[in-house]
């Protein structure tokens, strides 16, 4: 489902405001930025499934201080809406573009008095 996303940054000049539509525009699932208001310091973001923390955490890094206003869903003329709430995809977890990845760890049983523990 498509999200439209506002956020205020502080931004005091035009290179801090490009470098913040960059930064938006680089987030996977983002299909338009832009910026509105009187001093043009809301960046309004339109993706699919795009997650609101990540983009204020990665506006935080570069841009400054940053505050999410206003999180909505937008509903295509085409698009049906599910109101009972069943999800038939159970879509794996991602942050940043890249599934989450959860490393094998051996874990370690018993005294080993000749080896040490791998984890250790």
Do not use: F
């Not at 338009?32 to 990540?54: F, K, Y």
């Not at 990665?58 to 009972?84: F, P, W, Y």
């Amino acid at each position: 489902m498509k999200k439209k996303v506002v956020l205020r940054v502080q931004m005091c000049c035009d290179r801090c405001r490009t470098k913040s539509l960059e930064t938006v525009a680089s987030i996977y699932g983002v299909l338009s930025v832009a910026l509105e208001g009187a001093e043009r310091n809301l960046v309004v973001v339109v993706g699919e499934d795009i997650d609101p923390v990540t983009i204020t955490e990665k506006l935080r890094k570069k841009a400054g201080q940053t505050e999410l206003v206003k999180v909505e869903g937008i509903v295509s003329v085409g698009e049906e809406t599910d109101d009972d709430g069943d999800d038939q995809h159970q879509w794996p977890a991602v942050r940043n573009g890249y599934p989450n990845y959860i490393a094998p760890v051996q874990i370690c049983e018993g005294d080993h008095p000749t080896t040490g523990c791998s984890i250790m």
